[in-house]
T-cell receptor, first 114, second 114 residues
Framework: GDSVTQMEGPVTLSEEAFLTINCTYT??????LFWYVQYPGEGLQLLLK?????DKGSNKGFEATYRKETTSFHLEKGSVQVSDSAVYFC?????????????FGAGTQVVVTP | GAGVSQSPSNKVTEKGKDVELRCDPI?????LYWYRQSLGQGLEFLIY????????KSGLPSDRFSAERTGGSVSTLTIQRTQQEDSAVYLC????????????FGEGSWLTVV
């Protein structure tokens, strides 16, 4: 079945550093891909998404590009802030699931220090 | 309401007791999802409802878990004879129900079984 694998955390980095969180997937067809973020004490929020190959999702300085050839959807941000400390989840929605339930990776905790 | 509302936000229960967790989706959303977030386990799909269709119960971990959705709106997740391994955050989410619609999550119900 379809699945999502993302790098384990925690990832600890200093403010203004470059962040990459790797995410790869296994799927038949062309799934939609998502990054969700969970800030401390809050619910999951959609950060960005891409619905077809070569699409780039972007939001709040974060970007991720849907790479069909490498089955990847890595999340990047050029200069992180302390407020970016959170758990980040990569997720996919199967192309054949018209009602759209999501399959999530295990999550990656990011800690940004001043 | 403005977002997905879940109650209770925290619940401590004794092993063997039954618990009910409630979810009030965003008004007008026809799709409703339940997920479980356990420490070290990531996000696990449990069940989802779409309009009047039969629910997808494929993620329920045992027959102690059940869920219903009344009137196409509020949903209740019931866990009977709780076990310590049921301790987790139970997340509810809703969407407009089509594959390209964003799924919005509530803040979750923290369940601790002692």
């Amino acid at each position: 079945g379809d699945s999502v694998t993302q790098m384990e955390g925690p990832v600890t980095l200093s403010e203004e550093a470059f962040l990459t969180i790797n995410c790869t997937y296994t799927a038949t067809g062309y799934p939609s891909l998502f990054w969700y973020v969970q800030y401390p004490g809050e619910g999951l929020q959609l950060l960005l998404k891409a619905t077809k190959a070569d699409d780039k999702g972007s939001n709040k300085g974060f970007e991720a590009t849907y790479r069909k050839e490498t089955t990847s959807f890595h999340l990047e941000k050029g200069s992180v802030q302390v407020s970016d400390s959170a758990v980040y989840f990569c997720a996919l929605r199967e192309a054949t699931d018209s009602w759209g339930k999501l399959q999530f990776g295990a999550g990656t905790q990011v800690v940004v220090t001043p | 309401g403005a977002g997905v509302s879940q109650s209770p936000s925290n619940k401590v229960t004794e092993k063997g007791k039954d618990v009910e967790l409630r979810c009030d989706p965003i008004s007008g959303h026809t799709a409703l999802y339940w997920y479980r977030q356990s420490l070290g386990q990531g996000l696990e799909f449990l069940i989802y409802f779409q309009g009047n269709s039969a629910p997808d119960k494929s993620g329920l971990p045992s027959d102690r878990f059940s869920a219903e959705r009344t009137g196409g709106s509020v949903s209740t997740l019931t866990i009977q004879r709780t076990q310590q391994e049921d301790s987790a955050v139970y997340l509810c989410a809703s969407s407009l129900g089509r594959a390209r619609n964003t799924i919005y999550f509530g803040e979750g119900s923290w369940l601790t079984v002692v």
